[in-house]
């Protein structure tokens, strides 16, 4: 396994920078668009709530593999489009669903009185929203957030059907050439562990630095 | 307990959790490995009368899943029918041949956990390759060539050697390695299987598709914008595959490869499947 | 004297529900005015229609100079005016005492930092509760989350303030601290209070009218006096009886 690991090491990290690239943009990405459809799913105005709705159940319902070749094979007969970002596309689309309906859970177990007050004060919606809601709400989603973004970074696997040159891609190539394909995934699931390991822990310090004195 | 105590210890559980498992798989590794030496793969075929090989799903021509039968069809799958046939004449007994669909990833993965017997599975005969699997003699006398969009102005694979240009291979095959050597500026991009290299090169995810000529030809049927250009430039023949160290099934194999040959049955097949492919002669394949 | 809030055969319905019933009332500018009825009778509902945290469907409803019952006034800018303190504080769980009482006044009343912080100091002091600015809601008794959230009230310097309930989420013993405050604001302010309770003692104490409500119906408004030495419907009487021996 060393041996695997000492032949191919600029391949493998090269993948594993990749995947942890991939991985970045695709939490930035959902955070920011689930956040987004979470809000309009949520608006008082009927026509962003259809919006909302229709996005998060497309995207929830559909495979990440088919989301992600839609932009490898068919966008890419108009615009050029490289694997690596077809996979963070369809990996950002995807995933967004999921956070959205984490940002939806978190606002709407903040307590209804929040709002209320907030607009009792004279607050507007979108004020009462971003200074008092939707932090409650972040706070409480970040449990589930943070699962989200564990698979998050297991999906960018993705990248490899694609030709992304992610973790994945690389230990198909490097199994494919010394056909020793146990060991190569041993490896390669270490240095996923490696990312996801990581990510749980500061997600979980997180969750500890906001917990303190702010709870209700 | 105290919650820094605690996170310490679900640390701790989980170092011990990643040692198991790879602990666990290695000693998997080992026992399979055991077992591969205690089985005799023909004698296990003569009794339960089933020879199981594995082919390919995803290759016009070769091994594709026909949407009527649900099972695959292609020259592959019809030479692994006619060599069970001949061994079980052979062996005055009844053998029945059934087949797993395999992908140029998993082939020699499913021969080696015993999940197949046999492999015909358009794969090229390779040193590397012959260090873990046991090959028969040449079944297809295959070479790499390249696939590119009409009207493209590639003519050969040296119109390919530039920095400008990728070449879209299939994960696990040995085209990438060898167009390193004839077009080495060019970028190179795998994909997971055939139908998916083709996908990618009709989306212009590269300049051209490179594997071996005989499954090219299979896509220049499928689609008019296609065309297999310039000679093959290897030499690579397929050969049937059995686990290594199956050297009984093997002899047997090659055996019964060399009987239909002899007898017409070979020539019939390659007529066949090859007989109205545009740009190739069957006859050039005959043995 | 000119009415600042004015209901004009007002209806209101949560959806098949008929929850007030033809409301017609005048509350003139500086009085103090004590809302009470048994549970369920709409006092809430009320209460709330006056800062517009719900809408009416039929009659006409005047506040401050604004038709809330146009689609085209502006309830964010009819809410500067009318304050609202909750039976529950609904305070800004993620904000601390300080920030709590200074948001609106920065964002919505755009007033300046200095000022801002000078008035949310004055106003801790006035609600007794001076050196608890930097910590969060959780931290506080139910007592002084009640002041803050009249503190926060008071910082957008309102016209009208309502109070829904405000000691009955309290501990017997944090009322009278609540009740302090209160009576200040009623007394020494010219601002119009509308307040819905059961602190019978308080009512008798500060208010110049009471208002009775059974049913979604005003049944009686009269002055304090008037009400608690004469009643005038059985309904009243029966009420009083109930509350007093408790
Ligand atoms: N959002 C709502 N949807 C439907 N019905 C409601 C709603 N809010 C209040 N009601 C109903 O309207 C009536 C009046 O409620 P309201 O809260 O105004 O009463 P209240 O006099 O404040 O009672 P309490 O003393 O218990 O607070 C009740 O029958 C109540 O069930
Ligand atoms: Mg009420």
Known sequence: MINIFMQNWQTILNGFWITILSSLIGLGGSLLLGTIFALMELAPNKILKFIGNAFVEFFRNIPLLVITLFFYVVVAKDFKISGFWAGTIGLILYTSAFVAECIRGGINSVDEGQMEGARANGLTYTQAMIHIVLPQGFKLAIPSLGNQFINLVKNSSILSFVAGFDLMYQANVISGANLDPFNTYIIVGIFYLIITGLLSTVMRQIEDRLGKGRLQ | MSKAKLKRMGLFASVILVIILIGGVMLGINARERQNKETDALSQIKQTHVMRWGVKCDTRLFGLISPKTEQSEGFDVDIARAITKQIAKDNHTHIKSEFTPVTTNSKIQLLKNKQVDAVAASMTITPERAKIVDFSKPYFPAGQSILVKKNSGIKNIKDLNNSKSTVIGVMGTTALETTKKFAPKAHLIAMPDNSQAFSALESAQGQAMTTDNAILYGFTQQSNNVEVVGKPFTNQPYGLGVDKGQTQLNNAVNKALAEIIKDGTYNRLIKKWFSNIPGLDWRDLTK | ?246
Request: no cysteine; hydrophobic share 40%.
């Open chain 3, 1 to 246: 004297m000119s009415a600042i809030i004015k209901f004009q055969d007002v209806e209101k319905y949560y959806g098949d529900f008929h929850a007030l019933h033809d409301i017609n009332l005048k509350i003139n500018a500086g009085e103090t005015v004590v809302l009470i009825g048994p549970s369920g009778s709409g006092k809430s509902t009320l209460l709330r229609t006056i800062n517009g945290l719900e809408d009416i469907q039929k009659g006409k409803l005047v506040v401050d100079g604004m038709d809330i019952s146009s689609k085209d006034t502006n309830v964010n800018k009819l809410r500067t005016d009318v304050g609202m303190v909750f039976q529950h504080f609904n305070l800004y769980n993620n904000k601390t005492i300080l920030e709590n009482i200074m948001l609106a006044p920065q964002i919505v009343l755009k007033r300046p930092k200095d000022k801002n912080r000078e008035i949310a100091d004055e106003l801790l002091a006035k609600v007794d509760l001076s050196n608890q600015g930097g910590k969060y809601p959780a931290q506080l008794s139910g007592g002084q989350k009640q002041r803050i959230a009249i503190a926060r009230s008071l910082a957008m310097d309102p016209r009208v303030l309502l109070f829904d309930e405000p000691t009955s989420a309290l501990d017997p013993e944090m009322v009278g601290s609540v009740l302090n405050v209160m009576r200040d604001i009623a007394m020494n302010s010219d601002m119009t209070t509308l307040v819905v309770t059961h602190e019978m003692d308080f009512a008798k104490a500060v208010a110049d009218r009471v208002i009775f409500m059974a049913d979604g119906k005003i049944l009686e408004d009269s002055s304090t006096d008037e009400f608690f030495k004469r009643p005038k419907t059985e309904r009243a009487r029966q009420f009083l009886s109930q509350v007093e021996h408790h």
